[in-house]
């Protein structure tokens, strides 16, 4: 059994304002925490793991690939089909904080680069 504690984590700025630890995992789905600060917008990507997420804090607004806003908010959570293109934007003024679960794993987000 693998424990994380928030000691453990660590954090990496995937893009401008947008911070990601990578928490426990397994073979099959790994869980990573994020936190994306005011402003802060995540670009249109799309990858082949299912994600799904909890709003911790904040509201997180997803654009898909359709122009469909979804704004998701504290307590709400959300599911993403693999392949499904989308971005995410935090349109207010506090941080959003959440957590995803992704299947298969995902450690290295393409829209890093």
Known sequence: M???SPSDEASTE??????????????????????IEPGAVVPEHSHPHEQTGLVV????TFVL??????PVGPGETYAL???????AENRGDDPVVGVDVF???????????
């Open 57 to 60: 804090e904040g509201t997180l």
């Open 81 to 87: 089909a693999g392949g499904e293109a989308h971005a």
């Open 14 to 35: 995937a893009v401008e304002g947008v911070h990601l630890s990578l928490l426990a995992g397994g073979d099959r789905m790994n869980l990573q925490r994020f936190e």
């Open 2 to 4: 693998d424990v994380v």
């Open 103 to 113: 299947s298969p794993p995902r450690t290295d987000p393409d829209w890093q680069d």
């Open 65 to 70: 690939a359709d122009g469909t806003e979804r």
